[in-house]
């Protein structure tokens, strides 16, 4: 252990902090990427999407998942840093198929979870809800075996689950939006990240919400009208003086938002084409400061530094080097 922290210790003094937002442009059928503070936006991914929206990073194992609700399928790609650049190696992978979500998130072990519902064949009814892809079959290559930890069924009277929304995770909990009906069922809903534990709605503030990014302490979501954020940890869906704040209603579309694992959140605004910031640390209004301005119909965001890329390569080492 005195050798594993000796590593990364190195590898993170040595490392410069080199940050890249990934974006989502559906309208384009591209994956494409800014490398910060340069608004410049180069292609990722060129082709082999449709309907590109949601994205999650897999740090550990340096893979880009991206959703693809046209083709009813998860796709992944290998993710490299050569010099300033990202780049990933021109094969597209198949994470999930026969599935139609635009949401998705990756937990510290590999675990995917997604809104929406697999594809089955009649006599089958498809169940929408929360389900969960175990780290197992990312690795293994199986596609089409998921399965629903929450949906209307499972979450309490009202069902804590009404419509398929944005999801996040802090792997001990899973937290989703509903796309209708957040004012009874729940804009944020918060659940144990394994299924089987009871729901609690956090907000019944909005009626919808659209995407969810978490840091240690709060929630931001967006939704129709602008960006909020709450306390993560609140035990019920009352809004008590702080617990709940509109970041911004300054904004025309806020979709995709993602934190930096620092101080700072950004959001998509589709409507507009270009990308906001603004701080993390504290809730209350803010005025968002324009980061990327020529990101047409922008949708979905993801955020990687090349701090996080180093720090995976040396535990591989490590673990590679214990075998031997």
């Not at 290998?78 to 990756?106: F, P, W, Y």
């Not at 809104?115 to 969960?132: A, C, F, V």
């Not at 409507?271 to 949708?299: Q, W, Y």
């Amino acid at each position: 252990m005195h050798l594993l922290g000796a590593v990364l210790a190195a590898v993170a003094a040595g490392a410069t902090d080199q940050q890249y937002l990934v974006m989502t442009l559906p309208s384009l059928r591209q994956v494409a990427y800014v490398k910060l503070p340069d608004p410049t936006t180069r292609v990722l991914v060129l082709s082999g999407l449709v309907a590109p929206k949601s994205l999650a990073i897999d740090n550990a194992l340096n893979r880009l998942y991206v959703t693809d609700s046209a083709q009813l399928k998860v796709f992944w790609y290998q993710l490299s840093i050569i010099g300033d650049k990202l780049i990933q190696n021109g094969v597209q992978h198949i994470a999930l198929e026969g599935v139609e979500t635009n949401n998705i998130a990756v937990d510290g072990t590999g675990n995917m979870y997604f809104s929406g519902k697999q594809i089955l064949l009649p006599p089958n009814t498809p169940t929408e809800g929360i389900w969960r892809n175990a780290a197992i079959n990312l690795h293994t290559g199986a596609t089409k075996v998921p399965s629903t930890i929450y949906s209307a069924g499972n979450t309490g009277t009202p069902a804590g689950f009404a419509a398929s929304s944005g999801v996040a995770t802090d792997n001990l909990y899973v937290y989703w939006g509903n796309s209708q009906n957040g004012k009874t069922q729940g804009t944020i809903v918060r659940a144990p990240a394994g299924g089987g534990g009871t729901s609690v709605p956090l907000s019944l503030e909005e009626e919808s919400a659209r995407a969810i990014t978490l840091t240690p302490t709060y929630m931001f979501y967006t939704t129709e009208t602008g960006i909020y954020g709450a306390q993560k940890m609140k035990l019920d869906s009352s809004c008590a003086e702080g617990a709940c704040v509109k970041i911004s209603d300054k904004i025309e579309d806020a979709q995709g938002i993602v934190w930096d694992g620092d101080g700072t959140v950004y959001v998509a605004d589709s409507t507009a084409g270009k990308i906001f910031s603004f701080p993390a640390g504290s809730l209350e209004e803010h005025t968002l400061t324009e980061v990327v301005g020529a990101a047409p119909r922008v949708l979905g965001l993801a955020f990687i530094s090349i701090t996080a890329f180093a720090r995976a390569a040396a535990l591989a080492v490590l673990l590679f080097a214990a075998t031997w």
